[in-house]
Each structure stands twice: as C-alpha cells, then as structure tokens.
C-alpha cells in the first residue's frame, strides 16, 4: 500500500527520533519526521516501537487507509 520516508530514505521499517522533552517526532521530513508514501490503494498498519511499548499492545499502531 505504501512505504515510509525520512530524509534519504523510501522504505518499510524507518528511524525517527524523538527529541528530548517532546511527546512526538517532528511534523515533516524536512524537520526529522516521517512521512507515508502511498504507492496503491488498500488499508496498511503503521506501527511505532519503543523499548517502553510492550510488543504485545497496539498502542503504537495507526491503520491507515489509502484511496487515490
């Protein structure tokens, strides 16, 4: 359905940082963010991990539905 962007990068599995004292990573790409690309229509999962999220919840997931 789609891939992920960072600066220098198109793929499935990206890093993004979250600076310290904030809740979120930055809103673009130009800034540091992450941005989803779509490629074809569908529904994808996009899924944020962390060593605090136990792998077992869905906390850190969004579905996002794509319709070109």
């Known amino acids: 359905v789609g891939m992920l962007v960072i600066t220098g990068l198109v793929a499935g599995v990206v890093t993004v ?3 310290a004292g904030a ?3 930055p809103a673009s790409v130009a800034t540091g963010g992450a941005a989803f690309r779509y490629l074809t229509a569908g529904t994808s999962v996009v899924q944020a991990s962390h060593a ?4 077992t919840t869905t906390s850190g997931n969004v579905t996002v539905t794509v319709t070109p």
């Open 52 to 55: 605090t999220i136990a792998a």
């Open 17 to 19: 940082q979250i600076p």
């Open 23 to 25: 809740s979120s990573s």
